[in-house]
């Protein structure tokens, strides 16, 4: 089992704290079938020169950073390679902040686990282009540019969804607070209005030759029409469940289905 990130530094009154949704992707994207299916798709060196370079990763919405930092410290063990390329994107700039600190945090630790390996350690030495970005979504991101894109979104079913917090002389630092940490979870009807706009996104944003998107749903946002829906966009386009929280009633039993260019 590889070590979660470090998150104890995070303020969680105004930053989504890792919960059940962050630990179910991380669990599945460190499962032997994933780590099989990732290291096959982005193994360096490789024969086709489409998949030498080093991997894009982007996390949307990253809250805490626990999971781009997971994928950033452990992408030798889940890739196959370490020379991953992280970005992150959150509109609460205090996740944004955090974010950074939790990644930078885990690569350090992880470095200090290869102390007797040094070709390791040198790929884990801080040197990890990375990047967090205070923004809506993918609308920073250059098209075809992200191999890996993950989306823990807010999929709570809500009357709507808050606009953006904003720290204006006619709010309290109370409501503020409450107004960031609402954006991270109230998904509008259905749950599914932010992932319905990160869903159109995500034809733009990934790469053509070896793109990939998970994203974990719930069970109210209806998660066998998603996928429907998704192939439906064509057969360059295909989709897989690959994560499931495992309960077997109320609305919180979540999944996590995998979109990817064929």
């Known amino acids: 089992m590889l070590p979660t990130p470090s998150t104890f530094h995070v303020n969680t009154d105004r930053v989504y704290e890792p919960a059940e949704d962050s630990f179910l992707l991380l669990d599945t994207l460190s499962s032997p079938s994933e780590v099989g299916f990732l290291k096959k798709r982005f193994l360096r060196g490789a024969t086709d020169s489409q998949v030498s ?3 894009v990763i982007l996390e949307v919405g990253t809250g805490s950073g626990v999971v781009l930092a997971f994928l950033t410290a452990n992408a030798y063990k889940i890739f196959g390679r370490a020379d991953v390329l992280s970005l992150g994107t959150d509109i609460n700039p205090f996740a944004c902040q955090a974010t950074e600190q939790t990644v930078l945090q885990a690569c350090r630790d ?23 970005l205070n923004a809506d979504l993918t609308t920073p991101i250059r098209s075809g540019m992200v191999d890996v894109l993950i989306f823990n979104p807010p999929y709570v079913p809500t009357s709507e969804v808050p606009l953006p917090a904003t720290a204006d002389t006619g709010s309290s630092a109370f409501q503020y607070d409450s107004r960031l940490l609402a954006l991270s979870y109230a998904g509008g009807v259905h749950g599914m209005e932010v992932t319905n706009k990160l869903l159109e996104q995500i034809p733009r944003v990934l790469s053509p030759e070896r793109g990939l998107a998970y994203i974990l749903l719930c069970e109210q946002n209806k998660p066998k029409e998603v996928m429907q829906r998704i192939r439906q966009w064509g057969p360059a386009w295909a989709v897989t469940l690959v994560g499931d929280s495992g309960k077997t009633g ?13």
Request: hydrophobic content about 30%.
């Open 53 to 55: 370079h080093s991997p």
């Open 110 to 132: 992880e470095s200090r686990d290869f102390k007797d390996k040094k070709d390791i350690k040198e790929r884990y030495s801080n040197q990890h282009p990375l990047a967090i």
């Open 250 to 262: 109320g609305w919180e039993k979540l999944r996590i289905i995998r979109i990817s260019v064929v």
